[in-house]
Structures are given as structure tokens and as C-alpha cells.
């Protein structure tokens, strides 16, 4: 093997949500009405390969399943199709001590600090209810461990018996950070979760993130909206539209000059505290529902470039050049 | 009266306060500005600042306990502060508007969008139902929905979160208002949805030469749409000034701070300059300056008083003892 083995890998990963027929409308298409199994193709077809110690950042609009995604490497939601591997090893038809071993390395950080931690429970049960569980700390040693890991994160151990709602969005959020990191993970999933901070806040929590990475040797997918904090973080970048991967590169490279022409029309939105009174010239037309994706690149009605093959033909992500991939028919031209 | 030099929205020394029972809260705290015709102004905070609340005190929208204890609100020369519910009803919606961050605040989700629309135009002028309808129609073609006179009996539901807005701010320019305060409009969008509203916005008030006030989070969207922006703390303006002099030359320590957290000023992988601690609760301000208990710059005169507002240039506000570049004494 030329390249190193990745940390995590995912191959062919495809997520689908179905919304079965009820009985009424099993009975209505029984007599002849045209009605049909809703399915959401939330992701589609994603190959990604991320090295220990990486920074990945995973960038799309709402409905592009970057949550999705993120959800099914976290191993919250299973993968309809696909295969998912941990330092080399199948997680997807793992089973027992194995399969909780690949859960407790991978753990997620979701947006809403408000709604993922239990308000009946104190910080120290939020925290320390994990490793307990999980045999990593004894009772005994419990309560110097959640000091500890609260300490990592910059809060203060005198606050463990405190509740959800007596601190501020920030410090709820570091929380969060400390229930992920009470049971010692090697890769962290990150939903959006600076996304409802403010901006100072926000500045003090994406710190701790890279303190944090370099302490405890964290390798992260990064899910943002946000091209501005993902451009910070990341070694290199993922952008999704309508389910599939679109573009990845090296951070530095994407900011210089993107490949997909939706990659480009999103930079191009991007506003910048030092673009002054710019003329905005956006991209029309809106995302597609996934309900309905449209034939061919799911990009193409809103493309300024389609050419007659994106209405027919689905462009498949390939190398441009070593490290870039992009799906784009244009590619093949010139 | 000379009308093209008096400013269309002015507020003078504005004070709305929450009584609670666990104490006073001073959310807006003597703010003063003023927006002329065809201006775009940014009003910046944080969650606490104060921002929505001056927002929401120019229209008389403010809810128990919240009361206006002081100040006035000139629009086009009168007083809204003193005016009757009757009259900021016939000016609500008229004179000036406003659009909310959730769409879902202006809608009414069991009505159709041309029942609402409607319904708008005839409060406030006399015109049968066709001529209504006709320039509802206009208002939605304007701020960009496709196929207008279809979408017109749509439910607001039926609409996706960016054609929510718009029908929002279709809505709010219904009248051609003089003045329109927007909250926060574009913050719950995608970043391709958020450049169609901020390009809608931006034509439409110059076009019609309505004064736009922009109250937002993020100093990115001021910085590409606004002329002159306002940055709040605590309830009170700490620096104001046309927006290529205060973003390139901030003089408040707070502004400095929030120019420097943004992301995309930093240098990749270096952390980030950070303000250390958190917006203090409006209900423990500290004494003296309220932002002193963060700020790199503070002083032993800092705690004693807050400081006055001063014009350090032409254009420009700033209440600070110690500001950035200045030498201490």
C-alpha cells in the first residue's frame, strides 16, 4: 500500500430515508392511485478517506446531508449502503466489544448546546456517566477524572454540580466538549457546533478545538455552513451538494481558486469583513429537493456553465490533481 | 424645512427597560443615531446587546415588562414615542416596516399569501381589491419570487425558508415605507439564499431610496451591505462611524475584539484573538464602563465612571477612557 492507512475510511456510503405508504394510501394505490414510497436520498455514493490527526471540514447548505453524513460516521445512524472502516477494520458489521470500541473512538459534538445535554442531570453525571459505564474510571476515581476532563476544557471543576441551564451557550457548548472527551475518543465528529455562538464565544471555542487536537491527538470532520471558520480549521475540505461530494482539497488550494462550479459560486458568497459595499451577484435558483433530485448533475439548473451531457449524464468525482477530486463534466473538456 | 437634510429615521437618547422581578434591566441605554434616505446602517451586537430591543422600541413593539422610560424616535420629523397605539398603527407596516429573522413572525400560517398582502395595502390606502392584488404581485415579482400571480395563492408553508423571507420583505416594502429596520434577516439562511436577499435589499433600497436599518450578529454582512455602522454593548453604542473607518481603524477595544474573532482575519491554524470572558447579564452590569471587566485596555478610572460619548473624527462616536491607539497617559 502506497498511501498510509486512513484513520477512517468510507466507501460507497449511501444514507436513505423512506417514508412507507400508511394503510389508507397502501389501499389507495392498490386501486390505482399513482402513490409511491417517499425516499430522501440523503447521501449518496460518498467515498472519503481521513488521516489520523487530519482536520476535515465538511461544508454544503441545509438538505445537503453534510449532517447526515456526519451522523452516519458517528454511528448515531446506520448506513443503508456502504462500507465504513476504522484503522482498517469493517464498523458496519461489527459486532459486539468490537463495534462499542469503534463507537467509544468516534464521538460527536452537536450544534444545539440547549438540546443535547439532559437538564435533569448535573454536569458531573453528564460527564461522568459515559466512562462509568464503559469501565474506563472506577467509582472511586470518578470524581477526580470529571475535574479533570471539565479542567481540559476550561471549565471550572467547582461548577460539577451545577445544571444545563445555569450556564451560558458557551460554557454549555464546552460541556458538550467534555462529554465527548470523558471517554477518551480519537476522532471527533463536530455538527455546526459553533454555529450558535457569538462571535467572541465562538472565537474562544474554536481555540479550544485546536488545543484540544493537539493534546490529545484529535482527528475531526468539521461540519459548517460557515466557510469562514472551516478555512481556519481545516487541512482540507468537503463540499456536498444534494448528497453527493462535489469537491475535496487541500484547504489552501480551495481558497485559492475552486474547481466545481458550485464550489465557486459558494466562495464567491462568502462575505468577508473586508469586502466593503460589494454588489451582490448571486447564484439563482434554489437547492433542489431530495425528494426529486433533478437527472444528471444535481447542480445543472442552477449552473451557469451546463452543457447538454449535465442534464443526462451524473458526473462522477475524479482526481484533477493529486489530492483534488472534482465531479464536474467540465473537467473533461478542453 | 429643508427635507433632504433631515435624516428620515432619528433616535435620540433612546431608553427602553425590562422591570423583572429580579431587578431593573436597562437593554437600551440612551442611544442615539440617525439614518437618512437611501442609507444602509448597521446595527451590530452580540446576544444581549441591546440591538433587537432598539429595534423593536423604534416600532412601539415592546411588550410588558419592557416599557420606553426615555428618549425620542423621530420618523420624518415626529415623534413615535409619543404617538398613540391608533397612529404607530396607520405607520406600522406604512411609513415603516419591519422584517423579522423568522419569516414565520410577519406570516400567518392559515392565511394565503394574497389574503395578508392585501389586507395590507387596504389598511392603509384606499384601493379596491384588484389594485391591491396588482401591486401585491409587483412587491412579490420585485424582491425576485418566480411566477408571482401563482405564488400569490400560496400558504405560507408552501414556501422554502429564502421565498419565506422574501415574502416577508415583499410585505414590508408593500407601502414603500420611509424606513425599514431589519432583524436579523438573512442569519437563519444558506450562504447562496443569504446573497439573494442581501442583493434584493440592496437594490431595492436604492431604488426607492428607502433607509434601511440592519441589525445583525455578523460583521461580515455589515461590512458588504452597510454605509455606516453602529457597534453595541450592553445596551449602550460604544463606537459608531461610516463602516470603512471603523472596520479598518476601530478605536473601541470591544470592536477591535470582534474584528479580531473572526475567522477569516486570523492567519490559518494560529488561535484566534479571543475577548476572554462572556457579555455580562444586563441585571450585574459592572460599574463604570460596562465592558470593562474584558477589555485589554482597562483602567482604574475605567471603574469609576462610564465613559462620556465623544467624536474622536469627523463622523465618528466612541464612549472609551483608553481607546486602541491611543497613548496611555
Known amino acids: ?334 | 424645512m429643508a427635507r433632504t437634510a433631515e435624516p428620515l429615521l432619528r433616535v435620540e437618547q433612546l431608553e427602553t427597560q425590562f422591570f423583572t422581578r429580579a431587578g431593573v434591566a436597562r437593554a437600551v441605554d440612551g442611544v442615539s443615531f440617525e439614518v437618512a434616505r437611501g442609507e444602509v446602517l448597521g446595527l451590530v451586537g452580540e446576544s444581549g446587546s441591546g440591538k433587537s430591543v432598539t429595534g423593536f422600541s423604534i416600532l412601539g413593539l415592546v411588550d410588558p415588562p419592557g416599557r420606553i422610560v426615555g428618549g425620542r424616535v423621530l420618523l420624518e420629523g415626529e415623534n413615535l414615542v409619543d404617538a398613540g397605539e391608533r397612529r404607530l398603527r396607520a405607520l406600522r407596516g406604512n411609513r415603516i416596516a419591519m422584517i423579522f429573522q423568522d419569516p414565520m413572525m410577519t406570516l400567518n400560517p392559515v392565511l394565503r399569501i394574497d389574503t395578508q398582502m392585501i389586507e395590507a395595502v387596504r389598511a392603509h390606502h384606499g384601493v379596491d381589491r384588484a389594485e391591491a392584488r396588482r401591486r401585491a404581485r409587483d412587491a412579490l415579482g420585485r424582491v425576485g419570487i418566480p411566477a408571482p400571480e401563482e405564488r400569490l395563492s400560496a400558504y405560507p408553508h408552501q414556501f422554502s425558508g429564502g421565498m419565506r423571507q422574501r415574502v416577508a420583505i415583499a410585505i414590508a416594502l408593500l407601502n414603500e415605507p420611509a424606513v425599514i429596520i431589519a432583524d436579523e434577516p438573512t442569519t437563519a439562511l444558506d450562504v447562496t439564499i443569504q446573497a439573494q436577499i442581501l442583493y434584493e435589499m440592496q437594490k431595492l433600497c436604492g431604488e426607492s431610496g428607502t433607509a434601511l436599518v440592519w441589525i445583525t450578529h455578523d460583521l461580515a454582512v455589515v461590512s458588504g451591505l452597510a454605509d455606516r455602522v453602529c457597534v453595541m454593548y450592553a445596551g449602550r453604542i460604544v463606537e459608531s462611524g461610516p463602516v470603512d473607518a471603523v472596520l479598518d481603524r476601530p478605536r473601541h477595544p470591544y470592536t477591535a475584539g470582534l474584528i479580531g474573532s473572526v475567522p477569516s482575519r486570523n492567519r490559518r491554524g494560529v488561535p484566534l484573538a479571543q475577548i476572554p470572558g462572556m457579555t455580562p447579564s444586563l441585571l450585574a452590569l459592572p460599574g463604570g464602563c460596562a465592558f470593562r471587566t474584558r477589555c485589554p485596555n482597562a483602567e482604574a478610572d475605567c471603574a469609576a465612571e462610564p465613559p462620556a460619548e465623544r467624536r474622536p473624527e469627523a463622523g465618528r462616536t466612541l464612549r472609551c477612557h483608553h481607546p486602541v491607539g491611543e497613548a496611555v497617559s
Not at chain 1, 147 to 176: A, C, I, K, M, N
Not at chain 1, 309 to 320: A, D, F, T
Open chain 1, 1 to 334: 500500500m502506497s498511501a498510509p492507512q486512513p484513520l477512517l475510511g468510507l466507501e460507497g456510503v449511501s444514507k436513505r430515508f423512506v417514508r412507507r405508504l400508511d394503510l389508507a394510501e397502501r389501499i389507495a394505490a392498490r386501486l390505482g392511485a399513482r402513490l409511491r414510497d417517499q425516499v430522501v436520498h440523503a447521501v449518496e455514493e460518498v467515498d472519503l478517506a481521513v488521516a489520523e490527526g487530519e482536520v476535515v471540514g465538511l461544508v454544503g447548505e441545509s438538505g445537503c446531508g453534510k449532517s447526515t453524513l456526519g451522523r452516519v460516521v458517528a454511528g448515531i445512524l446506520p448506513a443503508s449502503e456502504g462500507r465504513l472502516t476504522y484503522r482498517g477494520k469493517d464498523i458496519t458489521k461489527a459486532a459486539g466489544a468490537e463495534a462499542k470500541k469503534a463507537a467509544l473512538k468516534i464521538q460527536m459534538i452537536f450544534q444545539d448546546p440547549f438540546a443535547s445535554l439532559n437538564p435533569r442531570l448535573k454536569v458531573a453525571e453528564i460527564v461522568g456517566e459515559a466512562p462509568l459505564v464503559h469501565g474506563l474510571v472506577g467509582r472511586a476515581e470518578l470524581a477526580d477524572y470529571v475535574d479533570e476532563v471539565l479542567t481540559s476544557v476550561g471549565l471550572d471543576p467547582s461548577y460539577r454540580r451545577r445544571y444545563p441551564h445555569q450556564f451560558s451557550g458557551g460554557q454549555r457548548q464546552r460541556v458538550g466538549i467534555a462529554r465527548a472527551l470523558a471517554v477518551r475518543p480519537e476522532f471527533l465528529v463536530c455538527d455546526e457546533s459553533v454555529a450558535a455562538l457569538d462571535v467572541s464565544i465562538q472565537a474562544q471555542v474554536l481555540n479550544l478545538f485546536m488545543e484540544l487536537r493537539e493534546r490529545f491527538d484529535l482527528t475531526y470532520l468539521f461540519i459548517s455552513h460557515d466557510l469562514g471558520v472551516v478555512e481556519h480549521l481545516s487541512d482540507r475540505v468537503v463540499i456536498m451538494y444534494l448528497g453527493r461530494v462535489v469537491e475535496i482539497a487541500p484547504t489552501e488550494q480551495l481558497f485559492a481558486g475552486a474547481n466545481h462550479p458550485y464550489a465557486r459560486a459558494l466562495l464567491a458568497e462568502v462575505l468577508r469583513i473586508d469586502s466593503r459595499h460589494r454588489i451582490f451577484k448571486p447564484v439563482e435558483g434554489e437547492i433542489p429537493s431530495p425528494l426529486d433530485p433533478p437527472p444528471g448533475c444535481a447542480f445543472h439548473p442552477r449552473c451557469p456553465h451546463a452543457i447538454g451531457r449535465c442534464r443526462v449524464e451524473r458526473p462522477l468525482l475524479k482526481q484533477i490533481a493529486p489530492g483534488r477530486y472534482s465531479a464536474c463534466h467540465l473537467n473533461d473538456q478542453s
